[in-house]
């Protein structure tokens, strides 16, 4: 799809939780909309990508338009100047959700949730399975109560629930085809 044709911007963090199909489906969804999309993939994401979908990182990042370092806290999409349609974490490891809780921006996934919600975008976190634990589920709930953060909660990652997970994803973000 040519630069011309792009209707906005869409930032994809993908975090080293369980549930990496998530984030890649994402990316092979989104890359066939009118989006641009702008990549942050953590270390630990690179391992379970390969580790749970048999794919090679490299294979997933060439899904995006641009890719970001990890610890690139100067890049562009770190700053709310940079107009995006929003950004969805997918998964959403537990400590990603804490430090986006907390608003401690430790990377640049983090910073980058941190700007999209200054400015009033939507952020979506797709946090697989359930029993967190009580401290994990507090930063879950005070997420919840955070104007333009909306959590997509898959029970399992089957074929139609990864799917499923991912059209809400798109649908929250307002991009269409």
């Not at 799809?1 to 930032?11: C, D, F, L």
């Not at 490299?58 to 107009?83: P, T």
Request: proline share 6%; glycine share 10%; net charge positive.
């Amino acid at each position: 799809m040519s630069a011309e044709s792009r209707q906005g911007r869409v930032v994809v963090g993908l975090t080293g939780g369980p549930g990496a199909a998530f984030g890649v489906r994402l990316l092979e969804v989104l890359a066939a909309l009118p989006v641009e999309t702008h990549l942050v993939m953590c270390r630990c994401a690179s391992r379970a990508i390969a580790r749970e979908t048999g794919r090679a990182p490299e294979q997933i990042r060439a899904l995006a338009d641009r890719v970001y370092a990890e610890r690139n806290q100067a890049a562009r999409i770190s700053s709310g100047s940079f107009l995006t349609l929003g950004m969805a974490i997918a998964p959403c490891s537990a400590s990603s959700l804490a430090s986006i809780g907390l608003g401690l921006a430790t990377n640049l996934v983090h910073r980058a949730a941190d700007v999209t919600l200054k400015e009033g975008r939507p952020l979506v976190l797709v946090v697989p399975g359930d029993g967190l634990g009580p401290l994990r589920d507090d930063a879950l709930r005070r997420l919840a109560r955070t104007p333009r953060v909306a959590l997509v909660r898959p029970r399992g990652a089957r074929p139609e629930e990864v799917d499923a997970a991912v059209r809400e994803v798109v649908e929250l973000l307002g991009v269409g085809a």
